[in-house]
């Protein structure tokens, strides 16, 4: 059942019913607390990230939501408020809007003639909510009032604001008591979307074994959010008698009275660590691998609608370091449910099993119906749809080449001039097929060409759309015979051979497929990699946890990590540095695109603007423009060398050998730490695999790939001066990658801000905003002042080639390497020309010779 109003002067009633109906509900719960145990207002922006709406274009569009819920005793009720609005141009008698909750109609909105915004109540049957995943769909269907053509589908449109629309959950019993079957769901709840992931530390500082503890949990939180970026924070929990803050005789904290940043918490440590926190009889239950889950009183005092209900402390602990281990990787593992008890001691533990790999389309023809595309008819004059192409991380197109789409389609009525099939490729034009009477009315295998340079490595959107103009001017209201256009799935992609390279530094493809620190590329997974944590607050591990969890979403699987803190030498792997930018060592920005003193005055300087919007006192733009005219004037003369040590850094020469972090040595030490060891171990089926390959053939073809780079690849120096043109809008984040130092093509990727709000703030920007979509180049620099993405060219690039051992990969790498350099392509050609002719002449010459005699 759906209710309406308008925000207009006949909505007046309407409202004043509605405050009458809170009021008696008001005394009813007066009355009767019994009948609203538990009410939960889930915001619809809470479902995905970026801007708070929808908006649906055309005569036909769908939209779908995925909403995961809480679990709830006895639902009494459930309610969908929507807010939304559209065009004005909508002919009221043909435009509505339907509502499907897991594909059961339950809406048929109006789309009529625009008078402000439209509310909706919406109440939904019980038996269509269910706890964990659910879908909510969106389905226009609009008409011109006065215009039958292409031209007036544009301005067909109906937009949701899903920060005013929501979904209400009542139910009678309150919250279960969570069980570990439960964490999951819990973990990915809509109700708390917005709530960060707390790992919870006892102790003052973090050390090396939780850093890694904490990734193992933060990649899986990843994986479990789906699409949604992950944001996850470090709580360390200092003893009563440690903390200066603390006044004489407070009361050590427990679990029950920690401050916690909301109801999405985990606590991991050893048991001797835990002890205090959890009490005596709790610890007294950790007599191996543990596991645990706890009630947690969250958002007391909170906004309404955040309910203390639904909170909950898991609890990942053991008597040892190794047993920790074995209780993080079970909580880590999303492949294998968890029992539906509150604690269990782990008897299975194991690597964690890889998940489903996701599909990835490599050479060959796909049908649309193998890409999740289904037959689609589509009656009017404008037809829009999609589907996702995903090509592995080492796809390097080949310029020359295209990627064929096989359209098998048909249409009927009557069509005028100018009737085409368009195909876009990631937002850019890519083709076109001309649809006309001379085809019958049938597309049978009709071919067409989309350059394989569009596409990118990861996830690929191809638009489609159908322009079916009539072929004389009909009337809006009597236009009953549209033009009806149908696509079939038997329409299918044909993808020839291309190049297995990756050209790195690639932000792009990092936040695509989350190359080369996770995923699959060649047929091997992906080494294990360092993470580094320059900074003891922690804010800075909070980044590098929410970093290493989106990138486990992107490679769709657990990512083998080895943690360091502190910089005690340079990493022997690709690396995710993060840190503050005035305490990293000199070495990390050696081959950096920014210099270190440069890019510490712009993101201190960002920092300040941004502090100063934040307080709600924006800083003044004159002021803005003098603090851009004294970072210039620090770095006239300074351009071609990098900036010295900056205070509290550590000096690294390039001359001192490449060790790994002291720091980071456990309690078993050793130079092979126990972090190394397990990150081996779960990859060694992939070691095993390039077992056959000889040391010496990779140096040869590593110094082979070196000396193909050096000639097929430029450098470009990034003007740093460029990037204070806009006062406005000075970076407070950077987040750059580039080749580590040494001889090895390893890869750097750091993260740095000035200061630790800094960097809460622009990771907080940067999955509220939709940025991560937007990094491209070789850097990103981005403020939460003005969240846009300033992005650096790729300054020194490198390529690695992937299947360096079969010969048509790398025919295929010579053959990209010369069409994007035109001059070296020439000159081949040109020495080619030269070689033939003089060869021709000697040999014309040597048989004239020997036909006379001579």
């Known amino acids: 059942m759906a209710v309406l109003g308008n925000h207009t002067g006949g909505g007046r009633l309407l409202r004043a019913s509605l405050a009458l109906f809170a009021l008696l509900s008001l005394w009813a719960g007066w009355a009767a607390p019994a009948l609203a145990a538990d009410r939960r207002v889930i915001p619809l922006s809470n479902l995905r990230d970026g801007q708070p709406e929808v908006t ?37 008698e043909k435009g509505s809007m339907s509502v499907f909750i897991n594909g059961s109609p339950v809406a048929d909105l109006p789309l009529a003639a625009f008078r402000g915004p439209v509310n909706a109540s919406i109440t939904l049957p ?12 969106f389905q226009t269907s609009a008409q011109h009032r006065a215009i039958c053509t292409v031209r007036g589908t544009y301005d067909l449109w109906a937009r949701v604001n899903l920060a005013a629309s929501s979904l209400t959950l009542m139910s009678d019993g309150g919250v279960p008591e969570p069980d570990l079957a439960m964490v999951r769901q819990l973990l990915a709840s809509a109700d708390r979307a917005r709530e960060p992931l707390a790992i919870v530390q006892p ?19 990843g994986l479990l959010l789906g699409d949604q970026t992950p944001r996850v924070v470090a709580v360390p929990v200092k003893p ?9 005789g407070t009361p050590a904290p427990t679990l029950e009275s920690l401050a916690l940043p909301g109801g999405k918490n985990i606590l991991i440590g050893t048991r001797d660590r835990l002890a205090p926190l959890l009490g005596e ?11 645990g889950v706890y009630p947690y009183a969250a958002n007391r005092g909170g906004p309404e609608g955040s309910g203390a209900g639904g909170g909950f402390v898991a609890v990942a602990s053991g008597r040892t370091q190794q047993e920790v281990d074995q209780a993080v990787m079970r909580l880590a593992d999303v492949t294998r449910p968890l029992p539906t008890q509150t604690a269990m001691i782990v008897t299975d533990a194991a690597v964690p099993a890889a998940p489903p790999a996701p599909p990835v389309q490599m050479e060959g023809r796909y049908r649309l119906s193998d890409l999740g595309f289904q037959t689609v008819q589509h009656s009017g004059y404008r037809y829009t749809g999609r589907f996702g192409l995903t090509l592995p991380a080492g796809f390097a197109p080949v310029s020359d080449r295209s990627i064929l789409f096989h359209v098998n389609a048909a249409f009927e009525g009557n069509l005028g001039p100018g009737a085409v099939l368009n195909v876009r490729v990631n937002g850019k034009p890519a083709g076109a097929m001309e649809i006309d009477k001379r085809s019958s009315g049938i597309i049978e295998n009709g071919e067409m060409p989309l350059p394989m340079a569009l596409f990118r490595p990861g996830p690929n959107l191809i638009e489609l759309e159908a322009e079916l103009p009539p072929a004389g001017g009909t009337d809006c209201v009597f236009a009953v015979r549209r033009p009806t256009f149908t696509l079939l799935d038997s329409s299918s992609i044909e993808i020839p051979g291309f190049a297995r390279l990756v050209t790195l530094p690639s932000l792009g493809g990092f936040a695509n497929t989350a190359f080369p620190y996770g995923g699959t590329a060649g047929g091997e997974q992906a080494p294990p990699f360092d993470l580094v944590v320059v ?40 690396a995710l540095i993060v840190g503050p930018v005035a305490a990293l060592p000199q070495a990390v920005f050696t081959s950096a695109p920014l210099p270190a003193d440069r890019l510490a005055g712009l993101l201190e300087a960002g920092a300040l603007i941004a502090q100063a919007k934040a307080r709600g006192e924006p800083m003044a733009a004159a002021d803005r423009r003098a603090l851009v005219d004294r970072l210039r004037l620090g770095w006239s003369g300074t351009a071609a060398r990098p900036g010295p040590a900056r205070a509290g850094t550590i000096p690294q020469g390039m001359g001192q050998p490449m060790g790994v972090a002291g720091s980071a040595l456990t309690a078993d030490g050793g130079a092979a730490n126990r972090w190394q060891r397990m990150a081996g171990d779960a990859k060694d089926p992939a070691a095993a695999g390039r077992g056959w390959v000889p040391d010496w053939a990779r140096r040869l073809m590593g110094a082979a790939a070196r000396y193909i ?16 043109e806009n006062a406005e809008t000075l970076p407070e984040a950077a987040l750059l990658q580039y080749r580590a130092p040494g001889a090895e093509p390893l890869t ?11 960097v809460d703030r622009a990771m907080r920007s940067l999955g509220e905003a939709g940025l991560w979509d937007k990094l491209r180049g070789g850097g990103a620099l981005w403020s939460s002042a003005a969240p846009a993405i300033t992005t650096l060219e790729v300054s020194r690039p490198y390529q690695i080639i992937l299947n360096p051992f079969d010969i048509g990969n790398l025919i295929l790498i010579l053959a990209r390497n010369l069409s994007q350099r035109i001059e070296l392509l020439f000159a081949l050609l040109l020495g080619t020309a030269v070689v033939l002719t003089v060869s021709m002449r000697l040999l014309l010459k040597s048989g004239h010779r020997e036909r006379s005699g001579s």
């Open 203 to 221: 102790g003052g500082e973090i050390d090396a074994d939780h850093l890694g503890w904490g990734s193992m949990v933060a990649q899986s939180y």
């Open 126 to 137: 019980g038996s269509l909510i269910r706890p964990g995943e659910n879908q909510i769909v």
């Open 240 to 248: 009563a008698g440690n903390a200066p803050s603390t006044p004489p």
């Open 535 to 574: 900074g003891r607050d922690p804010a800075w591990f909070g980044a590098a946890w929410s970093l290493t969890a989106k990138l486990a979403q992107r490679a769709g699987d657990l990512m083998a990590v080895v943690p360091y803190i502190g910089w005690d030498g340079l990493p022997n792997d690709n």
């Open 748 to 758: 750097w990727t750091l993260l740095t801000a000035a200061d630790p709000r800094a």
């Open 709 to 724: 780079n050096s000639w097929t690849v430029e450098e470009a120096p990034v003007d740093v001066v460029a990037l204070t």
């Open 56 to 92: 649906l274009h055309g005569e036909t569009e769908t939209v779908a939501l995925r909403a995961v819920l809480p679990p709830v005793i006895g639902l009494t009720s459930a309610v969908l408020t929507l807010t939304y609005e559209n065009g004005i141009d909508i002919l009221p």
């Open 281 to 291: 009889a709790r610890a007294a239950a950790i007599a191996g691998p543990f596991l």
